[in-house]
């Protein structure tokens, strides 16, 4: 069984600071790797993905992989109150088939 | 304006009834992939097509059934053989980005509840 795990949660950062979130996988052969921001009662939005070993930035958010220890992170930088959400880690295996981790809660204090 | 839609929003369902959840996308996308969510979980996927009159079951397919006639259709029922519907359930799309690699993107949601 392919197996994406997350930090249990809830995170709580101060507004400004630097929230880490992090993100294991069971499964080698993984391609693609994807973290979705899903506010309460909303579907998934995509925002970043990164599919080779080291950091990919995109404004206020890092994301960064490491193969050998099969581990993907995301940094969000300068955290703000809409950062409030729900993180998914998704991890690409066979057929495009996406597989998600549970899932962590963000809040930032204002 | 390109997108997925998924309808209806809300839904309720009696005891030992069928219902479908629609999902249409205007993307040109050939794969579609049906996922429930459960509060405090990740997505698991139900059911995924890649291609017109072909699908797949996903991890949790027992209780569920799709059809795929159509390219831009991907119509989910819930039969009554599932026993714990209740959750929302998301229909995505993919589309390839740069590098070739796959994206996948969700439809808004419809969340069904069991009276």
């Known amino acids: 069984q392919k197996e994406v795990e997350q930090n249990s949660g809830p995170l709580s950062v101060p507004e400004g600071a630097i929230a880490s979130l992090n993100c294991t996988y069971s499964?080698?052969?993984?391609?693609?790797f994807f973290w979705y921001r899903q506010y309460s009662g909303k579907s998934p939005e995509l925002i970043m993905f990164i599919y080779s070993n080291g950091d990919k930035e995109d404004g206020r958010f890092t994301a960064q992989l490491n193969k050998a220890s099969q581990y993907v992170s995301l940094l969000i930088r300068d955290s703000q109150p809409s950062d409030s959400a729900t993180y998914l880690c998704?991890?690409?295996?066979?057929?495009?088939?996406?597989?998600f981790g549970k899932g962590i809660t963000l809040s930032v204090r204002p | 304006d390109g997108g997925i839609t998924q309808s209806p929003k809300y839904l309720f369902r009696k005891e030992g009834q069928n219902v479908t959840l629609s999902c249409e996308q205007n993307l040109n996308h050939d794969a579609m992939y049906w996922y429930r969510q459960d509060p405090g979980q990740g997505l698991r996927l139900i059911y995924y097509s890649q291609i017109v009159n072909d699908f797949q079951k996903g991890d949790i397919a027992e209780g569920y059934s799709v059809s795929r006639e159509k390219k831009e259709s991907f119509p989910l029922t819930v039969t009554s053989a599932q026993k714990n519907p209740t959750a929302f359930y998301l229909c995505?799309?993919?589309?390839?980005?740069?590098?070739?690699?796959?994206?996948?993107?969700f439809g808004p949601g419809t969340r069904l509840t069991v009276l």
């Open positions: 499964d080698r052969g993984s391609q693609s």
């Open positions: 998704a991890v690409t295996g066979a057929n495009s088939k996406l597989t």
């Open positions: 995505a799309s993919i589309s390839r980005g740069a590098g070739g690699f796959d994206e996948q993107f």
